[in-house]
Structures are given as structure tokens and as C-alpha cells.
């Protein structure tokens, strides 16, 4: 498939929308702008949508069937490649009316029960997957190392072997126990946020952090490399910096560690905006151009 694609249209099965710019609320209810979704589609060939619309109310399985669909419908109409659709299920079926909801990672983590952990996963893939999303942002594995961190509860505190035990069995859970077959009740998962997230110096959220060299490989480094063992299929990236430098520049943790060390060849995904913030935020690129391509050349 890959040899038949254009360039702009690898460039666009490489974009993730927003299903928010696809539509518009009426009436306190979300409808898609075919006008909007053909030109994502056909035009910039986009790949993969994201979230829930930011309304009054979180979907029906229904309505989320209907919404999924029918970008499913016109990226097979236009390109003939599937769309991924991923949402953050995090501790159950968070953007589903009438999902079951889990206690977040930081309880499940204190309970010390792998059991749940996977249960809990296998329940989530299960009523996901009945509303038509293949795809997950779960789990979180960053260890938790200072307790100012505004996102604590995400994952399984501040422990490696408790993080990869608990995160390899969500994944189990997601997945099944073959993730080269996903079953019609399993849902992919995108392990994040790799790595070091869990550690920003000031405690503030998305900033940078400062971790030796063994500390990074031996400890953080720990719970993705289960995840992956287990199956995981795609990987999100820490917005921020370690040591300096962006992760999301950064060929060595991307290519080298993640795909060459571990033999992995499944998919990296940006975490929001970060190919932007290395210009806007970063300030390691000269331009948004430039930006893309040390993303794309870190892997």
C-alpha cells in the first residue's frame, strides 16, 4: 500500500484532527460538516480524528457509531485506507453516556491486583469498541516522582515494576492476548507518555525534566518496554524535555531505544500539538517546516 501512496497522502494518513473542526453543535447535539469532513478526507487525505466534541454532553454508543462511520465511510469512498479514531479512555469508558467508570490508574495501582487492572481494561476495550473507536490513549505508565504534578492520579504511582505489571496487563486487557489479531471486542492501545513525563522539575505539567542517564533507562524506561513486550501497538510521546532536549527531536528514544533495542515496529503518536510547541515552545526549530522534520527524522 505504501508504494502506491503519494507523497501528500502519506503526509496526510500522518495528520490527526480534532473531530471538533469536522462539525458543529445544534441544538445541543454534534453533527459532522460533510462539507468540512470531505475536505479533511479527500483532499488533505487525513488518517486519523480524535477526542469528543467539546460540547454540553458526552455521546451516546449510538451516536458515536453514527459520528465514527461516517468518517469511516468517506475515508473509504476517497483514499480506500481505514481512519484511526482514538479517545482517551483512561479509567473506563470516560466518553460514553452510560460507560462504566474505573477507579483512576493511582487506585488501581494501590490495590496491587493485576487482576483488576486487566478486567477493568477488558471492560473499557469491550464498550469502545460496541461505539465504533478502535483506538485508545491508554495506559499511562509515566512514574510519578513529585507530587506537585497536576496528573498524579493518571498513572500507577512511582514505582517501574508496579507501572509495568499494572500497564502490561491494561494492555492485555485493551488488546487480547494477540496484537497481531485484534478481536471484534479489543481495542489498540497508544502506551504514554513516553517517557519521563511523570518527573518535570518544577512539578508543572508538559515542562521539562532532568533525569541521569540510568535512572531514565533502568527505571522510566521499565514500564514501556513491558507494554511493548505485552503487545502495545502504538506509543505516545512526553510533550516535554528530558536533559534539554525535546522528546519529541529526539532520534535516540524514538528510533533507537523504542524500535531498534526492542525490535518494535508499531506506531509513534505526538501527543497534542508537540511537533508545533518544538517551534512555538521549544524554540529548537527555526520553523514549523523545520519542526516536522526533526520530528519525522527522531522516528
Known amino acids: 500500500t505504501l508504494s502506491k501512496m503519494s507523497l501528500d497522502e502519506k503526509i496526510g494518513q500522518m495528520t490527526e484532527l ?11 447535539e454534534f453533527f459532522l460538516d460533510p462539507q468540512k469532513l470531505h475536505e479533511a478526507i479527500a483532499v488533505y487525505k487525513v488518517g486519523s480524528v480524535l477526542n ?41 469508558t470516560t466518553y460514553t453516556l452510560g460507560g462504566v467508570l474505573f477507579p483512576q490508574n493511582i487506585n488501581v495501582g494501590a490495590s496491587f491486583n493485576p487482576t483488576l487492572a486487566r478486567r477493568a481494561a477488558e471492560i473499557t476495550a469491550y464498550e469502545t469498541r460496541a461505539a ?5 490513549y491508554s495506559p499511562t505508565v509515566d512514574l510519578t516522582r513529585d507530587p506537585r504534578w497536576s496528573r498524579v492520579w493518571e498513572n500507577y504511582g512511582e514505582d517501574p515494576l508496579v507501572n509495568a505489571i499494572m500497564g ?34 518544577t512539578g508543572k505539567d508538559r515542562t521539562p525534566a532532568y533525569i541521569s ?7 522510566f524506561f521499565e514500564p514501556y518496554r513491558a507494554c511493548i513486550e505485552a503487545g502495545a501497538l502504538t506509543v505516545m510521546v512526553n510533550s516535554g524535555s528530558i536533559n534539554g532536549r525535546p522528546v519529541h527531536a529526539n532520534n535516540e528514544l524514538l528510533t533507537k531505544w523504542l524500535k531498534e533495542d526492542l525490535n518494535w515496529d508499531g506506531m ?25 522534520e526533526m520530528a519525522i527524522n527522531a522516528g
Open 213 to 219: 542517564p540510568s535512572d531514565l533507562r533502568e527505571k
Open 132 to 136: 465504533n473507536c478502535p483506538w485508545t
Open 268 to 292: 509513534i503518536v505526538t501527543d497534542w500539538a508537540d511537533i508545533n510547541n518544538l517551534y512555538t515552545r521549544e524554540y529548537v526549530a527555526h520553523d514549523k517546516k523545520e519542526a516536522i
Open 18 to 28: 480534532s473531530i471538533d473542526v469536522l462539525g458543529d453543535w445544534k441544538d445541543g
Open 52 to 92: 469528543a466534541p467539546g460540547g454540553p454532553t458526552a455521546q451516546t454508543p449510538a451516536k458515536w457509531e453514527k459520528l465514527i462511520g461516517q468518517i469511516q465511510e468517506v475515508s473509504m469512498k476517497e483514499i480506500g485506507i481505514p481512519c484511526i479514531y482514538g479517545l482517551d479512555q483512561t479509567h473506563g
Open 168 to 201: 502490561a496487563q491494561q494492555v492485555k486487557g485493551f488488546q487480547g492476548d494477540n496484537p497481531n489479531k485484534i478481536g471484534r471486542h479489543n481495542i489498540a492501545t497508544s502506551v504514554k507518555h513516553y517517557l519521563g513525563y511523570g518527573a518535570p522539575r
